[in-house]
Every structure is written in C-alpha cells, then in structure tokens.
C-alpha cells in the first residue's frame, strides 16, 4: 500500500473541526432555506439539539475515519498483532451499524430539506467507513494488492466527504 494522506490531527484542525461544525449546521447545511412560516419555526432548544447532533455527528465521523486508519497503520507496522487489530476494529466498525439505524429513525421524522440532505450526507459518510472497515479486514485477510487499493480508495472517498462535510479546505 502507499504511504499515508491522512492528515495527522493536530490540536489545529482539531479546533478547525469544532468551530466548523459550530458554524456549519445553523449557518450551512442546517439553514440554506428561507425562514418558514410562524407554524414552522423551530425552537432555540430544537435548534440546539440539531446543532448538538451535528456537532457530535461530524466528530464522531472523524474519529472513526482516523480510527480506522491508526489500525491499518498499525498493523502494517506491527504495533498491533493481528488479533488485536481485529479485535479493536471491530470496536470502532461495528457501532456504526447501530449509529445508522438511529440516523434512519431520525430520517423518518418530519425534517426540513435541508435537515434532511446533512442527514443523508451523513448516513453516507456512515456507509462509506462501514465498507471501508470491511475491506480493512478483506486486505488483511488476502494481502492482495487489488483489496489493498480498494480498501485506499474507499478511505479517500471518505476522507474527501468528511472534509466536505466539516468544509475543512475553507478554513
């Protein structure tokens, strides 16, 4: 496989992270449509709680993209023995089934249009680390160049979504 793009994370795309995501949700993704109508409007304490679950969304993503990836470097580099790397991705990989059912039950309650694409965008950043852990795990059981590049482009694909998400170029 080819050296690591991952980005390292430092304190200062940390703090990037959060104060987009910050910003993001009620003046980005969750704010692009003109104000409703009175019968419409949300609640300081709703909105809070939108802004509190993309918070957590967006970091949880990154967390699990870079999760992913600290295995499959340690692996490679012999940090972890095989059993230990299974054995913790399949801590970080498994949780993101139970994450998208909650997601698909919050899908399924009336949301904006707006509300409802961060979610999708969302669930699709979920999907992506959940094939990407798979194919991890395909790589380390074939140690086959062609799993390798999979498992490499599916974790740029989602890196290059994150990044999307948490709009980390334009800070």
């Not at 969304?57 to 470097?73: E, K, M, P, V």
């Amino acid at each position: 496989m080819q050296e690591s793009l991952r980005p390292t994370p430092t304190p200062k795309i940390l703090a990037a992270i959060v104060a987009t995501i910050a910003l993001l949700f009620p003046a980005g993704l969750i704010g692009d449509e003109p104000a409703p109508s009175k019968s419409l409007e949300k609640s300081d304490g709703e909105n809070a709680w939108k802004e509190g679950v993309g918070l957590l969304s967006g970091l949880y993503l990154y967390q699990t993209y870079l999760n992913i990836g600290l295995l499959a470097d340690g692996k490679a580099e012999k940090v972890y023995d095989e059993k230990a790397a299974r054995a913790v991705l399949a801590t970080v990989v498994v949780p993101l089934e139970k994450v998208d059912k909650q997601l698909e039950k919050l899908a399924a309650t009336p949301l904006t249009a707006s509300d409802r694409e961060a979610l999708s965008k969302i669930r699709s950043i979920v999907a992506l680390l959940q094939r990407q852990g798979k194919e991890l795990t395909q790589f380390w059981d074939t140690a086959q160049p062609s799993d390798g590049a999979r498992y490499e482009a599916t974790r740029q694909e989602a890196w290059k979504q994150i990044n999307a998400l948490l709009a980390l170029d334009k800070k």
